[in-house]
Structure formats: structure tokens, C-alpha cells
């Protein structure tokens, strides 16, 4: 992709931050916009450099990242395709708080503060489209912390692979319902998903060792409800991998944490 030709207008309408914008907004929210690459492993920014921007993962795979003072790293985040971050820190003034890195080549949005505070003060339900996009982000980093204190390791890893399959998967009501523990499914098919990173940095996120990852889904395996080979990993029935973990009593036993989480 030749990034020179790269329509920024048209990319950030189809944003939910900015899909109620008009052109003329868009036109001037694109000349406060950069576009970069960034090879696999290289840096994006680290703890204390300025945050004058937020960003958006084009392409490629962002992720965000703590380390412990003895060098113990914690992934907080994998930013995929259409995900934005450090939005709600941009406001702050302060400097980054945490660690971002490609973990692939990746083509990275970057919209400068000074252009987003003028837009906000042009048209405050600008603001507010930027609250709500602050609140679903917080509200998902809520939901992850329930997870690592009320779920079993087994319960994470599966939550994991369901939410991973295509949004399109004609079964995912279904699979909505088994997660809930209720309701009546539909009788599903065999879906297919592929590990977006390492599983080392998977297991990280969901704040386990890589060796219980690892042995999870080799019980998963032996269990028949998922068919690995390397990163791709087969489910044959979406709702049975769902409900497993709350019909499994086995699945409730304590995984053992990272060290950093």
C-alpha cells in the first residue's frame, strides 16, 4: 500500500468516533492526522514520552504493554485493525504511562491533540462522541479486571477464542447465550479462528503463565472441542467449547497468574 495515496477522509468516516462527521470536518481532521509504519517489534512510544496523539491501528497489531522493575512485562492491550488508544490520556497532559510495540508490520493513524481540541470546541457533540468512545474502553478494561479475579484460567482462554472468531459467525447468538450460562442455542458449525500473536503474549493478556495457556488448550484438544495446528485452531462446535466451562467443574480450579499481573 502506498500510504501517499491513502484516502485519511475517507478511513476516518468509517470510524464509530467519527461516522457522524461531515466532510468538512473530516477534510480538516485528516490535515491533523500522520500516517506511519512500523515494522515488526519496533517501538511506537514508551512510558514517559509526551502523548500529544491518539492512534489508530490501520493495519498490523499493536500492543500495549507495562514492565515491572525487574523487567517482567504485562500486555494490557492487543490493538488490532479499526482500534484507537491513548485517547483519554491525550487530554490529560501527562506522558504515556505504558509501553506500545508492533507486533507486526502495521500501519499506524496517528491524530494530533491540537486538531481533535478544536473540533470539540467547534461542535460539542464532538466531545461527546469522544466521551463515549473513552467510556467503552473503560468499561472494557472493567470487564477484564472481573475476568482475572472471578474467572477460572480455563474460563479465560475460552472467552478468549470465542470472542476472536469472525464477527460474521452465524452462530454467535447462540454462542452469546451459552457464555451467559442460558437460553436455548443453535445448533452450530464448525468455526475456524487463527492467533493473532504469540501465544506467550496471548497468555500475558489474559494474565497466565505461557506453560498454563499452553496446557489448557492441549486439554481443550484432548476434550474435542478445538483442533490446533500452530496458530490456527479449529472449534467443531462453538457452543460446547462455550458451555464447557460452566458444565466443567475442573475448569474452576485457580490458574496460575504472571508474574506482573
Avoid at 468499561?139 to 472467552?159: C, E, F, I, K, N
Avoid at 442455542?185 to 504469540?198: A, C, D, F, I, N
Avoid at 496458530?231 to 467449547?241: G, K, M
Wanted: include cysteine; charge should be negative; hydrophobic fraction near 40%.
Amino acid at each position: 500500500m502506498d500510504i501517499r495515496q491513502f484516502d485519511i477522509p475517507r478511513y476516518l468516516s468509517a470510524l464509530p468516533l467519527f461516522q457522524e462527521s461531515t466532510p468538512e470536518e473530516l477534510a480538516r481532521l485528516a490535515q491533523g492526522c500522520r500516517l506511519r509504519r512500523f515494522a515488526r517489534g519496533d517501538s511506537i512510544f514508551r512510558v514517559g514520552t509526551p502523548c500529544e496523539e491518539f492512534h489508530v491501528t490501520v493495519l498490523g497489531q499493536v500492543k500495549l504493554f507495562a514492565l515491572s522493575p525487574s523487567g517482567q512485562e504485562k500486555v494490557i492491550e492487543l490493538v488490532g485493525p479499526g482500534s484507537s488508544f491513548a485517547e483519554a490520556l491525550m487530554f490529560t497532559g501527562k506522558p504515556y504511562i505504558i509501553n506500545a510495540q508492533a507486533l507486526a508490520e502495521t500501519l499506524l493513524l496517528s491524530v494530533d491533540k491540537t486538531t481533535v481540541e478544536r473540533e470539540i470546541q467547534a461542535d460539542p457533540r464532538f466531545a461527546m462522541r469522544m466521551l463515549a468512545g473513552i467510556s467503552r474502553r473503560l468499561h472494557g478494561l472493567v470487564h477484564d479486571v472481573q475476568t482475572y479475579t472471578l474467572h477460572s484460567g480455563m474460563q479465560r482462554v475460552v472467552s478468549y477464542l470465542l470472542h476472536e472468531l469472525p464477527e460474521d459467525s452465524s452462530d454467535a447468538a447462540g454462542i452469546a447465550l451459552a457464555c451467559a450460562g442460558c437460553g436455548e442455542p443453535q445448533e452450530p458449525g464448525g468455526l475456524s479462528l487463527t492467533l493473532p500473536v504469540s501465544k506467550a503474549t496471548i497468555a500475558s493478556r489474559l494474565s497466565l503463565t505461557p506453560e498454563y495457556f499452553s496446557r489448557v488448550l492441549h486439554e481443550l484438544e484432548d476434550a474435542g472441542l478445538i483442533h490446533m495446528d500452530k496458530r490456527d485452531i479449529h472449534i467443531p462446535d462453538a457452543v460446547r467449547l462455550a458451555e464447557h466451562t460452566w458444565s466443567d467443574p475442573g475448569a474452576r480450579r485457580t490458574a496460575p497468574a504472571t508474574a506482573a499481573a
